[in-house]
């Protein structure tokens, strides 16, 4: 049998193995790029925005596990019901817990799951159900663990596996490329709906907490409102914009924020807004209280009339606002802020969506 390959132990020392993989195992990471890689092999998979997660499966006990290591089953129990009915005595599998929500994917109802009270997650369970989305195998019955075979022997390994687990609506195979430019057409063919692209190398180990693939991020871009600013600490010039999107009642809404304002003249930034500083600013939601490491002046934020337009680089829309601050990409005096509606912000597709459009 191969020897398991594991990462640092946890601080939790946690030393207990299921189906032949530490429990304290964490998860194979990626490492931000600007660009997908070339050259021969690498595989492609599209990115899923929600809680990473590695299942344990051993007999009828089932383990969810969060890269952090704490366990995440108590908060998914139809995953944990959906896994433990399937046929396999014991496997060890890599991927995605997502939230549908209408069309798009829901970080919001995955975050609601995290909740003290169980009624509350066993409702929430039936309501809005969670899909594992499965991308990688870390053991199966028949092959023990794969931790140190390459990456096309563990999928091979998953999609076997896959066969035969009695199908369920919340389990969902992520497909694959080898294609470097059909991946890169995922962007144009799926946009906004897909989070990014990951990319392996296929004759690659299974590498526990590592950084061994290659994350290519779809990020969007908005024109904003600005609707308010905040000082810096010492309160003295800008710190950080707030920006805003009108819905369709009109009402112009908190979003967000950039701070992305290295390279500007701020003192004359300051002097700018400070021209244009009026009462409401927002007329729907606005910006919530200060932080912890405001200062009295810093804390509170200056509403402006709603004159100034600024294009925005984002990542990821939870709930109607920006999940990250976002980079400035450039000021918009030819936009009316008007035109600045909510319909811009792209939200990630249900994974139903997203697999049929990678796969044509």
């Not at 998979?45 to 809680?51: I, R, S």
């Not at 007329?283 to 009295?296: D, F, I, K, L, V």
């Not at 990542?315 to 909510?342: E, I, S």
Request: hydrophobic content about 35%.
């Amino acid at each position: 049998m191969p020897q398991v390959r594991t990462a640092k132990p946890r601080e939790d020392g946690d030393t207990e193995v299921m189906a032949g993989v530490p429990l304290a195992t964490p998860p194979m990471e990626a490492e931000g790029r600007d660009e997908l890689p070339t050259g021969p092999g690498w595989r492609f998979e599209p990115k899923w925005d929600g809680f990473r997660c590695l299942a344990f499966k051993q007999g009828s006990r089932v383990e969810l596990r969060a890269k952090s290591g704490k366990p995440l089953g108590r908060y998914f129990p139809e995953v944990v019901t959906s896994l433990a009915a399937a046929k396999p005595d014991r496997f060890v599998l890599d991927g995605e817990l997502v939230i549908p929500a209408g069309d798009v994917l829901s970080f919001d109802a995955l975050q609601m799951r995290l909740h003290p009270a169980e009624s509350r997650i066993r409702k929430l369970a039936r309501e809005t159900p969670a899909r594992f989305v499965l991308f990688d195998c870390l053991s199966t019955p028949r092959s023990g663990p794969l931790l140190e075979e390459p990456l096309s022997q563990r999928r091979m390994a998953l999609e076997a596996l896959v066969t035969d687990i009695d199908r369920s609506e919340l389990l969902r195979l992520s497909p694959w490329s080898a294609d470097r430019d059909q991946a890169q057409g995922w962007f144009g063919r799926v946009g906004g709906a897909l989070d990014g692209v990951v990319a392996k190398q296929e004759d690659e180990p299974y590498r526990p907490g590592e950084r061994a693939m290659i994350k290519v991020k779809w990020l969007r871009t908005a024109d904003c409102v600005v609707g308010g600013f905040r000082y810096d600490r010492a309160g003295k010039l800008v710190a950080s914009l707030l920006l805003g999107l009108y819905d369709h009642a009109g009402l112009l809404n908190h979003v967000g924020f950039t701070s992305g304002l290295a390279g500007m003249d701020k003192k004359a930034l300051t002097a700018k807004l400070e021209a244009l500083v009026q009462p409401p600013g927002f007329t729907g939601s606005a910006p919530g209280g200060p932080s912890r490491w405001s200062t009295e002046r810093s804390a509170e934020w200056r509403p402006l009339r709603p004159e100034l337009v600024v294009e925005v680089r984002y990542d990821h829309v939870t709930g109607d606002r920006f999940r990250h601050g976002t980079g400035l990409v450039r000021w918009r005096p030819d936009k009316a802020p008007g035109q600045c509606t909510m319909e811009q912000l792209g939200r990630e597709a249900r994974p139903s969506r997203v697999v049929s459009a990678v796969t044509g």
